[in-house]
């Protein structure tokens, strides 16, 4: 097996979030992934990058768009005990975005500290 | 002997599709032990009975239905994302029947998560 890190990898499995909340089905597709994956007591991480910050904006509201509203169901995750919920630094500063604008309970990472901790996982599915 | 489970979410018509097949193929070879595919988000188009592709192209749907009855690959398929894109293996009544191919294994997304807790490794395409 051939690893990205320079390191064993320790975590499980990683969902890298990489589109915007609406434009697709991608996002509501990865969280219902991760919810399965938390009901089976094998919590992910939770990766957003590039457009997938997009989806942590708060108080965005798909229903005024006639879209389901699957991001209130970020607010269930700790349900789940999914808490490792990361967020690159330089997706938000090119989108003019800043953690204040982020739903709660994100850590937000710089380019390095974000693809280390992504490559500390054994799997990664992106969507 | 190493564990693979393929994750695929993309359609028949991909050539990303094609490349997934190769990348089965190459490693059933090479003696890797393919514990199953999962398809999910449009990969799910890979399992529809009437989809047919122009003759001389890559024939996705027939190459997975080799590697299933060749070499007992699992094919399990996302039933939430397959209803939504109008596959159905229910026959609710006399109009509707199954247009799904019955290699294909109807799982939920808990199929997947089996797979990544058993395998070694896990390849997306």
Partial sequence: ???????????????????????????????????????????????????????????????????????????????????????CEESLKQRGLSKVQLIENVEVLSNEQFSQKLASHKQVLKF | MTKLAVVVTTPPHSNLTTTAIDYITNAIELGVDVIGVFFYQDGVLNASEHLSLPNDEYQTIAHWQALHSDHNVP???????????????????????????????IAGLGELVELSAKTDKLVQF
């Fill in chain 2, 75 to 105: 094919l399990f398929l996302c039933i939430t994302a397959a209803e939504k894109r109008g596959l159905s293996d229910e026959i609710e009544s006399q109009m509707s029947q199954s247009n799904m191919l019955s290699t294909f294994t």
């Fill in chain 1, 1 to 87: 097996m051939t690893n990205i890190s320079h390191s064993t990898p320790q975590n499980g499995i990683a969902l890298l979030n990489t589109s915007a909340p609406f434009s697709s089905s991608n996002a509501k597709d990865s969280i219902d992934l991760a919810l399965i994956f938390g009901s089976y007591e094998l919590a992910p991480s939770l990766f957003f990058f590039s457009d997938g910050v997009l989806q942590l904006i708060d108080n965005i509201d798909g229903d005024k768009i006639s879209i389901k509203d699957f991001t209130k169901t970020f607010s269930a995750l700790e349900f789940y005990d999914i808490e490792q919920v990361y967020v």
